[in-house]
């Protein structure tokens, strides 16, 4: 453990070999692990507290049926966020529409993005969860309300992304461009320690991450790739375990410090695949590159594409460079 450098002094400690910064990204950080407290305390409670489990009874822009988790999420970090005043536009999964901040606020220069709450299918069976953020600078003029085009940027224009994973400890790991850190929240102290700094992603690895249920649906380019991960016929010289969480914020958490790749395909039965580029696909795929690794959609990167909407969906393989140049040369010629 690295002694016991909390998020607020790592932040400071950074921002100083940025001498023009603003303390915009620490208000934004520490404000990001607040409402991260605060779900984990949700999350942690929830058989016990009152209306944190199961459903909503609202679909969301997705098609997803929500979960009560989803929106009470949804709702801690949209309070967390605006009141700092750093931002001029905000898109979650849970909102059809991009959300304008109140007429009080100082419109700041960021957008924000957040999948409030990832893996909601597990919320009641007490499997790990997640939430995504993604910040971007705004392209719109300063000053004034932002709008849906600071949001739709390609995610090489991302200034920070990161996850918190509601697990075994809850944790927070984070980009902002200078690499990859992971805080474990300390529940005695209230505060999230710098537990792995600089991470890299390893080359080898014992597993593989893929939902073998739509294995049907999957093209046989990637049906074949897939079968010589479960012999030694393959990159890694040896049979690989598969571990599929379905919660994509533990499924990429284990593939960024275990190593291999996580992906959801594109299929027959959803030609897009299901992770939203916006909130999912983007913010991953920035952590994963900032720790050595990959992250495509098929024949280009995931943080090339100019998104077209907001909930758009992308098809995603992550990981190790080693396991995603393998595949993409195997499934897509490239
Ligand atoms: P969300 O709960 O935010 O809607 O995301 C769910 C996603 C992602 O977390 C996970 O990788 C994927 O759904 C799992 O989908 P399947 O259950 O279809 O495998
Ligand atoms: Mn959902
Ligand atoms: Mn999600
Ligand atoms: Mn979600």
New binding site residues.
Partial sequence: MQGNINLTRFIYETQKAFPTATGDFSAILNQIALAAKIVSMEVNRAGILDDVLGYQGETNP?G?DQKKLDVIADNVFFNALEHIEKFCIMGS?ENENPVKLPKRYKKGRYAILF?P?????NIDFNVSIGTIFSVFRRTSPEGGDGNLQDLLQPGYKQVAAGYVLYGSSTMMTFTTGQGVNMFTLDPQIGEFILTHPNIRIPDATRYYSI?EGNSANWSDALRSYVDTLKTSDNIHGKVLSGRYI????A?VHRTLLGGGFFS?PADSANPSG??RLMY?ANPMAMVIEQAGGRAIYGEGDIMGIIPRELHQKIPVFLGSKKDIDALQRAVFGK
């Fill in positions: 997705s997803d999964e999948d709450l990832d893996g909601s299918s939902n379905g919660s994509m914020v499924d959801y299901k992770l999912e």
